[in-house]
């Protein structure tokens, strides 16, 4: 094996490369993770840090067009593959022109949405399989890891009800079947990955946040 592809299948590339913190909410619809990453990302500035705030789809001006496309109501049926390849899109982009860059800068990237999102919604929920959509944004990403994934955990009925007050996107308008899948696959993402975390999102706003804080705390104290 050629070296460059034994260090980029140890992570040794990817640890020499990364300096700063990344850290990623997740979670089903309406579990409230905009709120909370833009209440960390405030009290991570107020410490005094740079922080950088993405989200998924989107936050590059070719980002916000596939987020277009993905979230248009009006499509119809879009392929469960061309809906990953679309993520995935967005992803490169997002980590080549923003993450990466905040990254090597030392600062703190908060991420609304990552991969988990993709292997969640498109591997199991549209049965993509999650080995393709592994791989997939391994490329798409250089197998760029978070060092945090915040999961906020709020029961699929009372997360649907509160997304329902607005208006609902292509994603969100599918079956309640679909949106348990991908609640299961969460569930295994935290089983097997150290980094991912659950978190209550039970109860108001700032409740949730010291909760959030707690893990974050942890993460920030590593070096
Ligand atoms: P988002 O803007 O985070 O919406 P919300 O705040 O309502 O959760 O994401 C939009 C939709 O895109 C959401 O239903 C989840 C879906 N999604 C995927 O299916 N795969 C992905 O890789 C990502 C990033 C999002």
Redesign the pocket.
């Known amino acids: 094996m050629m070296k460059k592809d034994a260090e980029s299948l140890s992570g040794a590339e990817e640890f020499e490369e990364k300096k700063g913190k990344f850290i990623t909410f997740e ?1 089903t ?3 409230g ?2 709120t909370q990453a833009e209440m960390i990302a405030e009290h991570l500035r107020l410490e005094g840090r740079e922080v950088v705030m993405v ?4 936050g590059t001006a070719v980002g916000e067009k596939i987020r277009e496309i ?2 248009d109501t009006r499509l119809g049926d879009i392929a469960p593959i061309t ?1 990953a390849l679309l ?1 995935a899109a967005d ?1 490169a982009q997002q980590i080549r022109d923003v993450v990466r860059p905040a990254l090597q800068a030392k600062k703190i990237v908060v991420a ?4 988990d ?2 292997l969640a ?2 591997g199991v ?1 549209r049965g993509c399989g999650l080995e393709a959509v592994k791989n997939l944004n391994e490329w798409a990403t250089g197998e760029l890891e978070p060092d945090l994934t915040i999961m906020l955990d709020l029961p699929l009925e009372e997360g649907l009800k509160r ?1 329902g007050e607005l208006e609902r ?1 292509r ?2 308008l599918e079956s309640l079947e679909f949106h348990r899948n991908v609640r299961n696959a969460y569930d295994m993402l935290e089983r097997i990955h150290p980094r991912f975390v659950l978190v209550d999102a039970r109860g108001n706003p700032g409740a949730v946040h010291k909760r959030v804080l707690l893990e974050v705390n942890r993460v920030m104290q590593e070096s």
Do not use: N, W
């Not at 989200?55 to 989107?58: N, S, T």
């Not at 609304?112 to 991969?115: L, M, P």
């Open positions: 979670g619809e309406g579990c993770k905009t989200r998924e789809p989107g993905l979230l809906e993520f992803r609304d949405r990552y991969v999102s993709s919604y498109q929920g997304a996107d994603i969100e």
